[in-house]
């Protein structure tokens, strides 16, 4: 199987597109600080170690991840640069870092964990076997950078362990005003984040790096795309939530004992850093100038998504980060520098907190 690229003069990969801002280790300093309040609010209120950001899991998969045969050189690159098939972790999250009910309804995210990839790494991650790519629903973030998204993140924190019925409410009136804005074809990405995420079915929906990462000789952002018929019959369907805590994950267990699912693994290169940006991560990249183009498939049999098992190898025994990576795919961007600290934070805060060894796989047997 092979992808046709469209006509375009992809940019080059060059050092010189990462722009450092002079007060980035005190962002990332203040960002690290931020998550752990967090992380220890939480831990104060229920016991429990959770992760700073996408606490709450919804599913949890076993998969396989085909890289496609005949790729053109633009395409083939880093791990896509040769045809194979590759264990796949899937993990099926919401955004907050504290477990609530899912009447507050926030973007949900998909996380990647790739095993077995062999070459050069990004630094501290020489050891490992593993590729990680960390997908939100959205094509861009919520912020151009680290500093705005931390101006965003100590709002969130600032609600942290306050009553569940108020964001209960909070959620349902930004999901109104939400959807007034989508009516007239915008997003507010601040609306979203604060819970105004539509109640659309988990499974249908396509999920986006955001962020831009090394793509061998060139940039890239990935998405992930749901193609099988299964799964695209739920895009944009509405859940009605009867007061179900755990909606979204009760739908995925409901989908997977029954159904298996594909995904289309699909790159958008950067053309034109002017508008195509690789420090501003707010700025959802023009397709009409770089359409998404497939090189590999997710597939994953009916199986049961949610395990004692499962729960115990991957939610809790497993962490993921843009930053487990291959040096071909090292992530770029402020907002990515800043998720380095950030979710080596995170980790050390669940194993210590937790007392869960957090280890990276070398095989599936290890997460089985």
Not at 94 to 110: K, Q
Not at 120 to 136: H, K, M
Not at 155 to 161: E, S
Request: aromatic share 6%; net charge negative; hydrophobic share 45%.
């Amino acid at each position: 199987m092979s992808a046709a690229l469209p006509s375009i003069d992809p940019v080059r990969y060059d050092p010189s597109v990462e722009v450092m801002q002079p007060d980035e280790a005190k962002t990332d300093a203040e960002m690290v600080a931020t998550l752990r309040g967090i992380s220890a609010a939480n831990l104060a209120k229920s016991g429990a170690a959770l992760r700073s950001v996408h606490a709450k899991s919804h599913g949890l998969l076993h998969g396989t991840f085909t890289v496609h045969e005949n790729l053109p050189e633009e395409l083939a690159q880093g791990l896509f640069a040769k045809p194979g098939a590759y264990p796949v972790v899937m993990r099926l999250s919401t955004v907050p870092g504290e477990i609530l009910e899912d009447a507050v309804s926030t973007p949900r995210g998909m996380a990647l964990k790739i095993i077995g990839v062999e070459g050069e790494r990004v630094a501290g991650s020489e050891d490992d076997v593993t590729q990680d790519f960390v997908l939100v629903n959205a094509p861009a973030f919520s912020a151009p950078n680290a500093a705005a998204f931390l101006r965003t993140l100590k709002l969130v924190a600032a609600t942290t362990g306050e009553m569940e019925s108020l964001k209960k409410l909070t959620s349902t009136i930004a999901r109104g005003a939400e959807a007034v804005v989508e009516a007239v074809g915008a997003k507010s990405s601040l609306l979203v984040t604060l819970g105004g995420q539509q109640e659309h079915h988990i499974l249908g929906e396509t999920f986006y790096s955001q962020t831009p990462i090394r793509y061998g000789n060139y940039i890239a952002k990935i998405g992930v795309f749901p193609v099988a018929a299964n799964l695209t019959a739920l895009t944009g369907r509405d859940l009605k939530n009867n007061g179900e805590a755990n909606m979204l994950r009760n739908v995925v267990v409901d989908y997977f004992l029954q159904h298996s699912a594909t995904w289309e693994v699909r790159v958008q290169l950067c053309t034109d850093l002017a508008t195509m940006p690789v420090e501003d991560a707010s700025v959802a990249w023009p397709e009409e100038q770089s359409p998404y183009v497939t090189v590999a498939t997710i597939t994953a049999a009916a199986q049961d998504p949610w395990t004692v098992e499962k729960i115990d190898a991957i939610d809790a025994g497993l962490a993921f980060t843009p930053w487990h990576a291959l040096a071909a795919h090292r992530p770029l961007g402020s907002v990515n520098r800043a998720r380095k600290s950030a979710y080596e934070m995170s980790a050390s805060f669940r194993a210590e907190n937790g007392r869960k060894t957090i280890r990276e796989p070398r095989s599936l047997e290890d997460v089985a």
